[in-house]
């Protein structure tokens, strides 16, 4: 069966900020930021290193993107995004995001994932973060929907039961643990089962996690060794368990004149396309202008592959069961699966438009997401 929709993206906001119409106004700043500083097709494919021949259509769906979804997932930050602040003012910050989620859960302006990141469950924070996560689940109520808890810097198992145990008792039925301390990496298959069945995500911390390893600040980067091997335990553990890998945040943020700008688009850009990759199809945002890089990055890296996999499967689907070869490139029913898996996740964020599927693909948008590959397979073998 297929996974479901996994976003591109996570973008974490202080929830001192968060107001119910939070992703109109991270699309205004987003669309500002193209039109300030890069105003054509050619300009914004230079800046993020996109091919040239690629260059109009990723710009037309970058820029219909921004008008229609900005921001595909949000969090409401009350760790690092938030700070240290005083009991009353968080207790004030969690009952404004609680309303704000409310308002904007019922005049349907939240994204289509949405949640909070608490801080950690370690003993010196513990208190204030269960008290957070309390004010802010019991004065909601009803859930907006794909509402999902984060939990940061774990360090125990204790800290994922703990959570676990408070999301049960409210009725939430996702959570996400931040992978950013060797600890955590270490007793993964452990934290799975600690999260009850609640887990839907697992979140790389690139920055913490280097930070920990005792590497020098100037070293700490997305592409640092350290954090390909990291990434390649949490796929290891995670693989088949239907638990979505998120890679984490470019800290270089696009802002100030052109030429920042276009700097913070080019390294958001290749950290984007080393997560792509890797096999980490999501990862965070910290400044509605990287939804730009974003978006450009992650659309270019599927465009860029579309006629040949356009081939491939259809070929592979004439042939049904059997394995194939297109041009030097062998098919079985595993890469087969790959390629479905390709498909769904360039329409689901808009890389490729519905109206295409069909002439692309072979299938039909509901043939792609009711079944898997096998199952495609056997309905046409038996047509055949």
């Known amino acids: 069966m297929n996974s479901p929709r996994q976003p591109v993206h996570v973008l974490y906001g202080g929830a001192h900020l968060f107001k119910s119409d939070v992703i109109r106004r991270m699309g205004e700043l987003a669309r500002r930021s193209v039109a300030e500083h890069a105003p054509d097709a050619q300009t914004l494919a230079s800046a993020c290193g996109i091919s040239p021949t690629l260059a109009e259509l990723v710009y037309a769906r970058v820029t219909e993107k921004l008008s229609r979804e900005p921001v595909e997932n949000l969090r409401i930050d009350f760790e690092d995004g938030y700070g240290i602040r005083s009991d009353q003012e968080e207790d004030a910050a969690a009952h404004s995001a609680a309303q704000q989620l409310a308002k904007g859960r019922d005049e349907g302006t939240l994204p289509a994932f949405v949640g909070i990141r608490i801080k950690p469950l370690a003993e010196e924070s513990r208190a204030r973060s269960?008290?957070?996560?309390?004010?802010?689940?019991?004065?909601?109520?009803?859930?907006?929907?794909?509402?999902?808890?984060?939990?940061?810097?774990?360090?125990g198992l204790d800290q994922v039961r703990m959570c676990a145990e408070v999301l049960q008792e409210f009725g939430v039925p996702r959570m996400e643990l931040m992978i950013e301390t060797p600890q955590s990496v270490v007793l993964l298959p452990k934290l799975i089962e600690e999260a009850r069945g609640l887990l839907a995500g697992a979140h790389f911390g690139a920055y913490d996690y280097t930070a920990s390893l005792g590497i020098a600040a100037p070293h700490q980067d997305m592409l640092h060794p350290a954090c390909d091997f990291a990434r390649n335990v949490m796929q290891f553990h995670l693989a088949g368990t239907g638990v979505q890998l998120s890679d984490g945040a470019t800290n270089i943020l696009p802002i100030g004149g052109r030429e920042a700008v276009h700097r913070g688009w080019r390294i958001h850009c290749a950290h984007i396309r080393h997560s792509l990759e890797s096999g980490f199809y999501q990862s965070w945002d910290l400044h509605p202008a990287q939804h730009v890089s974003r978006y450009a990055a992650v659309?270019?890296?599927?465009?860029?592959?579309?006629?040949?996999?356009?081939?491939?499967?259809?070929?592979?689907?004439?042939?049904?069961?059997?394995?194939?070869?297109?041009?030097?490139?062998?098919?079985?029913?595993?890469?087969?699966?790959?390629?479905?898996?390709?498909?769904?996740?360039?329409?689901?964020?808009?890389?490729?438009?519905?109206?295409?599927?069909?002439?692309?693909?072979?299938?039909?948008?509901?043939?792609?997401?009711?079944?898997?590959?096998?199952?495609?397979?056997?309905?046409?073998?038996?047509?055949?």
């Open 299 to 384: 659309y270019a890296f599927f465009l860029e592959g579309l006629e040949a996999s356009s081939e491939r499967l259809k070929n592979f689907i004439d042939r049904a069961a059997q394995a194939t070869r297109v041009g030097g490139v062998f098919d079985d029913a595993a890469t087969g699966q790959g390629l479905l898996n390709y498909f769904l996740r360039a329409i689901d964020c808009g890389a490729i438009p519905e109206s295409e599927v069909v002439s692309l693909t072979g299938l039909s948008v509901d043939e792609l997401r009711s079944a898997s590959f096998a199952k495609i397979l056997q309905g046409r073998s038996t047509h055949a």
């Open 130 to 155: 269960l008290r957070t996560l309390r004010i802010v689940l019991g004065e909601l109520g009803r859930l907006p929907e794909n509402f999902t808890v984060t939990l940061a810097k774990i360090t």
